[in-house]
């Protein structure tokens, strides 16, 4: 751990879930995992006494139960400050967000929201889902810009995508010396002429594909605008593909039937002659026949 004091803590794409969800990719809880890092964060801030920024989507949807508002309200870390994300608001939308979970722990003290209308800790500028950057840095003193858009390194994110790169965002907005974004779960961070860019990635790893994935937070030091990543803890081998193997299998055999009824079927005949051909050179069940013999009927 890091001597130094940091002047703030990141993450972003925490996605607190209810108590009974369970990801297909997890054998273990993800309700009694996310209070772990949740408290490892709040032991991180209690340590260093410094703000907590969060780049969106603290909720993995927006109208959290009354169960999981309470618990979060007893392991968020103080000085928490936070944007909001999609899935933070009602169908995406930020004039709906008093409805949300995250203006209730806006009422009752418990977070602060970035915005350019409401700014509260003179510290970044926060640009929730949707919203774009002012450019300006007057009363932003560590020229913090916290957003919830998405970015990436390397490879496009999918064909065609009209995604700015983090690159391209450092260049477009010289103006902030440190710009922290959400929505992409992979972790990252770029850097230009001494400026950077931290995209945190996601606290839980709730798809197959981040088995590798390795939370984390990251420590800011406004000094001399350097990083220090922090790994979260985490439980080894709870993430399984089986569910996704399984899909695949099925996927399989109902790609060979059709395969087989496309080289079976010939044009001349009846449907009801195609389909007796077929059931003579396969195994099909009488149930299933007589479904298949209702159905006709009607």
Not at 58 to 66: A, E, G, T
Not at 198 to 208: I, Y
């Amino acid at each position: 751990m890091p001597d130094r004091i940091p002047d703030a803590i990141l993450c972003a794409d925490i996605h607190l879930v209810e108590r009974d969800y369970q990801a297909p990719c997890r054998t273990d809880s993800l309700w009694e995992k996310q209070w772990i890092k949740m408290d490892f964060i709040s032991a991180l801030q209690k340590k260093f006494s410094c703000p907590v920024l969060c780049a969106g989507d603290l909720f993995d949807f927006w109208k959290p139960s009354p169960d999981l508002l309470s618990e979060t309200a007893r392991h968020i870390p103080k000085e928490f400050y936070t944007i909001y994300g999609q899935h933070d608001v009602p169908q995406h939308s930020l004039d709906l967000s008093y409805k949300s979970g995250i203006h209730n722990l806006i009422v009752n003290g418990k977070v602060d929201i970035l915005d350019d209308k409401h700014n509260p800790s003179d510290i970044a500028e926060g640009c929730s889902w949707g919203m774009k950057p002012t450019g300006e840095t007057v009363g932003n003193p560590f020229k913090i810009l916290v957003w919830h858009t998405t970015t990436y390194q390397g490879k496009e994110l999918w064909p065609g995508a009209e995604i700015p790169m983090a690159a391209t965002l450092l260049r477009k907005y010289p103006q902030y010396n440190l710009i922290v974004t959400g929505d992409n779960h992979k972790p990252f961070t770029e850097s230009y002429q001494g400026r950077w860019l931290v995209n945190p990635g996601s606290m839980m790893r709730l798809t197959a594909d981040q088995a590798d994935h390795k939370p984390r937070v990251y420590l800011w030091y406004a000094e001399d605008n350097s990083i220090n990543m922090v790994y979260l803890p985490i439980e080894l081998n709870v993430i399984t593909r089986e569910h996704l193997d399984i899909k695949e299998q099925r996927d399989a055999r109902i790609d060979a039937f059709i395969t087989r009824l496309n080289g079976e079927y010939e044009a001349g005949l009846s449907f009801e002659e195609n389909l007796e051909r077929f059931y003579a050179t396969n195994q099909i069940r009488e149930s299933v026949k007589n479904i298949v013999y209702k159905s006709l009927e009607s």
